[in-house]
């Protein structure tokens, strides 16, 4: 397949440069780009005719493909936002290894912690006030952080905590806050008395769980939330505590660690993908989670709204583990 002309990576820049035009395809890009591209000079166009000798993209020729040898993958060329697709299918395989790995992991620490007839995890979710999507690099914005202890082996969550955070706003994004707060979150806005700054909010979180594991068994904690909520989880706590990297625990797979659970004691074995349905709350059944303190007390002064509390959500989920572990573990130490 020859290589692309110079307009192609005008295109690719014009992508990066217009957010606006950056899921367009190439048929539609190529058509916003054609007045740009006759404006420039032959000199300006001589800096991207000049790329493609230092690139390894390659495009198909017009008219019938090329036949791929029997058990090969053509992974040459882009797809229509001019990504690589060898690059696409390694990031694909990487991603599914490392999701397999992580599973291996959660089956020997359940078998670990069955061993020592301990079997405690915790479970952490979080809500926002916003996301700034539009930011480079994204803005994450936590409101509520709640952790619950279970206990696989009880069958019930045997503590909750949760905390809510003091807003860092962005310039142009309090309306969004505001809405958020009022609308969906039930809680006052600009002043909210039970919010702490991130600091406060850090060292809580750190209290609550060095509490039941000690400060020096911390770096060494695993603490468990949705799949679907685990990259927002993370960030918001990176926001709490500084960066990624001091996040004094790790944040994993809810339904890597549930599913290890349910396979250690039932020969009908789960997925971790079935476990992630089983656990959503958005898919569930009509099972009640438990509101934090806050809009428990806000529920029975008559506010008839549902709101997004992050501890009515992880104690939904702890619900839905129980109803499928509970006959394992319970049932079978009787």
């Not at 539609?28 to 780009?33: D, V």
């Not at 090329?66 to 993958?73: C, L, N, R, V, Y």
Request: hydrophobic share 35%.
């Amino acid at each position: 397949m020859p290589k692309p002309n110079g307009y192609f990576f005008y295109m690719q820049e014009m992508r990066k440069q217009r957010s606006d035009w950056s899921n367009k395809g190439n048929g539609e890009l190529s058509q916003l780009c054609s007045a740009g591209w006759n404006s420039l000079t032959p000199e300006e166009k001589k800096v991207y005719n000049d790329m493609k000798h230092n690139s390894d993209i390659r495009v198909p020729k017009p008219g019938r493909k090329a036949a791929t040898p029997k058990g090969e993958t053509d992974l040459g060329g882009v797809d229509s936002l001019g990504r690589s697709l060898r690059e696409i299918h390694f990031n694909n395989q990487k991603a599914e290894d490392k999701k397999f790995s992580e599973f291996k992991e959660m089956e020997s620490l359940v078998e670990s912690m069955l061993k020592q007839s301990k079997a405690q995890i915790f479970v952490i979710n979080t809500t926002n006030y916003c996301i700034a999507a539009d930011m480079d690099p994204k803005i994450y914005l936590p409101a509520e952080i709640s952790v619950t202890k279970y206990d696989v082996l009880k069958g019930s969550f045997e503590e909750k905590f949760n905390v809510f955070c003091k807003p860092i706003i962005p310039l142009g994004f309090t309306l969004m806050v505001k809405e958020a707060s009022e609308n969906k979150l039930k809680v006052p806005f600009p002043e909210f008395e039970k919010a702490l700054h991130y600091e406060e909010v850090a060292t809580s979180i750190s209290t609550f769980i060095a509490k039941n594991k000690g400060l020096k068994e911390m770096r060494k904690m695993t603490v468990f939330t949705h799949p679907k909520e685990r990259e927002t989880c993370i960030q918001n706590l990176a926001a709490v505590f500084g960066c990624p990297k001091d996040i004094p625990f790790r944040v994993m797979s809810l339904a890597d660690i549930v599913a290890a659970f349910n396979n250690a004691k039932d020969d009908l074995r789960v997925t971790p993908a079935t476990m992630a349905d089983v656990l959503d709350h958005k898919k569930g059944g009509d099972e009640e989670g438990t509101y934090c303190n806050y809009h428990l007390v806000a529920q029975e002064d008559g506010d008839a709204y549902m709101p997004l509390c992050s501890t009515e959500v992880a104690t939904k989920w702890i619900k839905y583990a129980t109803q499928l572990l509970n006959p394992l573990y319970i049932k079978s130490r009787k």
